[in-house]
């Protein structure tokens, strides 16, 4: 197995309040629908698994699923490391945030995310594989950011 990364940051500012974004971001169902590729989260305390759905990396069919632990910031900042279950290897992980601040049109929610995935793959192979994971997690950012938008039936300040 080879270890890939890929990550991505954005920033907007979305005509909503800030506990109208937060009513989504800690709605595990709410998540998964918004988000391409995740079949479902399943929520257990502060522990959320993760199950995608396939994805194509370089002729390789992966369904990565991974346990975060999430630790939340009333209404300011979510924060999600991976913690698998005691005796278990999961190879997918994410980590990273969301972040809300208070903007003249509405409030600024800023993420940062980073996935990491094990692979039956050369380590040859790491320019392409971590070109894949970036084009998929810009798609996944992109509807993720849409699906948020016609939630609050809101648009980007």
């Known amino acids: ?14 005509r909503a309040t ?5 009513d989504l971001l800690v709605d595990p ?18 522990h959320w698994r993760w199950e995608m759905s396939g994805l194509e990396v370089l002729g390789k069919n992966v369904s990565p699923a991974f346990t ?10 979510i924060e999600f490391r991976h913690d698998p279950p005691a005796g278990t290897t999961e190879r997918s992980a994410v980590e990273g945030w969301y972040q809300l601040s208070d903007a003249d049109e509405g409030t600024r929610l800023a993420t940062n ?7 039956p793959l050369p380590k040859v192979s790491s320019k392409a594989v971590t070109a ?8 996944m ?10 939630r609050l039936g809101t648009t980007e300040a």
């Open 29 to 46: 169902d709410a998540i998964a629908e918004m988000t391409p590729f995740v079949k479902r989260i399943t929520a257990d305390g502060d």
């Open 18 to 22: 800030r506990q109208e974004i937060w």
């Open 132 to 139: 894949t994971m970036s084009g998929v997690i810009e798609k």
């Open 141 to 150: 950012g992109d509807r993720f950011s849409k699906n948020l938008l016609d």
């Open 113 to 119: 995310l980073e996935i990491t995935l094990d692979l």
């Open 1 to 14: 197995m080879t270890r890939f990364s890929a990550s991505t940051e954005a920033t907007a500012v979305v």
């Open 68 to 77: 975060e632990k999430m630790t939340f910031t009333d209404l300011e900042r």
